[in-house]
């Protein structure tokens, strides 16, 4: 059965930082493009961040861009998001997602990902 676990996320002040980790189990994703999504309450899911199977090619949203880092390590089948400078609008459960074939680019929407975590929530206060 595949799996894809979030952990790291938690209450951080304004300014703080978290990294947020996924760890896939059930068959290898480093062939594949993996990513981060975020749904705030009462919002639709939307993309963070995306990471091709090399890691040489990466997607960050503007809303992230310059505060949050995607990494993958392939030898571990993880997936990692640094998140720094943190804002009450980053408030969020974040989703890991893999795509179950090709990874030569990043991909930014939905329904490019067949494997979906669980989440995890971040909540950041003000």
């Known amino acids: 059965q595949v799996q894809l676990v979030e952990f790291g996320g938690g209450l951080v002040q304004a300014g703080g930082s978290l990294r947020l980790s996924c760890a896939a189990s059930?068959?290898?994703?480093?062939?594949?493009?993996m990513g981060w999504f975020r749904q705030a309450p009462g919002k639709e899911r939307v993309i963070v961040a995306s990471?091709?199977?090399?890691?040489?090619?990466?997607y960050y949203a503007e809303y992230v861009k310059g505060r949050f880092t995607i990494s993958r390590d392939k030898a571990k089948n993880t997936l990692s998001l640094q998140m720094n400078s943190l804002k009450p609008e980053d408030t969020a459960v974040y989703y890991c997602?893999?795509?179950?074939?090709?990874?030569?680019?990043?991909?930014?929407?939905?329904?490019?990902?067949?494997?979906w975590g669980q989440g995890t929530q971040v909540t950041v206060s003000s």
């Open positions: 990471i091709s199977w090399s890691g040489e090619s990466t």
């Open positions: 059930g068959r290898s994703f480093r062939s594949s493009a």
């Open positions: 997602a893999a795509r179950s074939v090709g990874g030569g680019s990043y991909y930014t929407e939905e329904r490019n990902y067949d494997y």
